[in-house]
């Protein structure tokens, strides 16, 4: 069975102080459609590095990235991001909502980047957005919004695309536990509903329990957890 995305041997050095710094030394990892895989590491152990490159957002020093059996190109930007734009979603621990933007108008955004807007999406952004328990909150500004309801904008901002792949890096690392489960049983659901591949770093062992397969990444290798 071919994976959905397949990183092979990924290497990722950066330029510091006249030399380089090798944070990713052959990292291997298969992700299968509708599949959920966790990661886990000390803080600098190269997983945001991971994560951006398995997302198109960095390039590799070595290796290769395929999906659905094609090697990304990483020398032509453009491809590059129109291939995001179409299969990747995105969650970060800010919630980089466009603060002069309603809730609403926040979820069009990743839509209007690549095509006109339909009756559809609106519809959809309206589902998203009952899902999450915000309904109330579509005509407010990220500003007047909690720290949980802006990540549940952020969450389903990231679904709204039908990615094929959501990629999470310690998306509630910065909400308090009770608030954080319910946002991870939020993401995980809409997950299951639309049948999207999910790969989520977090420092929450149990919200990487959660996960299909859980890796730990260290000294710049994925190694499969227990
Ligand atoms: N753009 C960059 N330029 C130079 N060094 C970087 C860059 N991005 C990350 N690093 C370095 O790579 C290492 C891994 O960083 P990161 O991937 O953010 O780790 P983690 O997400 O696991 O905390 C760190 O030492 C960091 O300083
Ligand atoms: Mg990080």
Known sequence: MTALLSASDIHKSFPRHGSTVRVLSGCGLDLGA?????????????????????????????????FDGEYLDFGSP?????WRADVVG?????????????????????VRAHRAVTADDHARARGFLERMGIAHRSDHLPGELSGGE????????????????VLADEPFGNLDGRISNQLSDLLFELKERE?????????????????????????????LGT
């Open 195 to 223: 049948g999207t591949s999910l790969v989520i770093v977090t420092h929450d062992p149990e919200l990487a329990g959660r996960a299909d397969r859980h890796y730990v990444l260290e000294k710049g290798n994925l190694i």
């Open 150 to 165: 802006q990540q549940r904008v952020a969450v389903a901002r990231a679904f709204m695309n039908r990615p094929r792949i």
């Open 78 to 82: 453009r491809a590059l991001t129109r």
């Open 34 to 66: 509708g599949e959920a895989v966790a990661i886990t590491g000390s803080s600098g152990a190269g997983k945001s590095t991971l994560l951006n490159i398995l997302g198109g957002l960095d390039h590799p020093s070595a290796g290769q990235i395929a």
């Open 90 to 110: 995105f969650i970060f621990q800010f919630h980089f909502l466009l603060p002069d933007f309603t809730t609403f108008e926040n979820l069009l955004i990743p």
